[in-house]
């Protein structure tokens, strides 16, 4: 079992920067990619950036230029840079790892505001 626990969400205003972190425990070495999700009020869950076991990265289109996934083994732990946020970045965003079983654990979000 993996455990994850985000944190770094907060109030920002328009043009700003967070950075969100999320940390990993329990099975860690069962993990071989992580991913950020955000959930907007009304709509559903995307897939934000995506980190593969390899490193490679991909990003939703929204965001590409702006948001940056990175992974810290050591620490067992996931970043997202998030740059120029605006208010459609409003959201409660989550960390998601995917397990070599084939399972997925999620932590349980941390929100984002972005507002003037």
């Known amino acids: 079992q993996v455990q994850l626990v985000e944190s770094g969400g907060g109030l920002v205003q328009p043009g700003g920067s967070l950075r969100l972190s999320c940390a990993a425990s329990?099975?860690?070495?069962?993990?071989?990619?992580r991913s950020w999700h955000r959930q907007a009020p009304g709509k559903q869950r995307e897939l934000v950036a995506h980190?593969?076991?390899?490193?490679?990265?991909n990003y939703t289109d929204s965001v590409k230029g702006r948001f940056t996934i990175s992974r810290d083994r050591a620490k067992s732990t996931v970043y997202l840079q998030m740059n120029n946020l605006k208010p459609e970045d409003t959201a409660v965003y989550y960390c998601?790892?995917?397990?070599?079983?084939?399972?997925?654990?999620w932590g349980k979000g941390t929100l984002v505001t972005v507002s003037s």
């Open positions: 329990g099975s860690i070495f069962g993990i071989y990619a």
């Open positions: 998601q790892a995917e397990l070599l079983d084939g399972r997925t654990s």
């Open positions: 980190i593969a076991g390899n490193g490679n990265t």
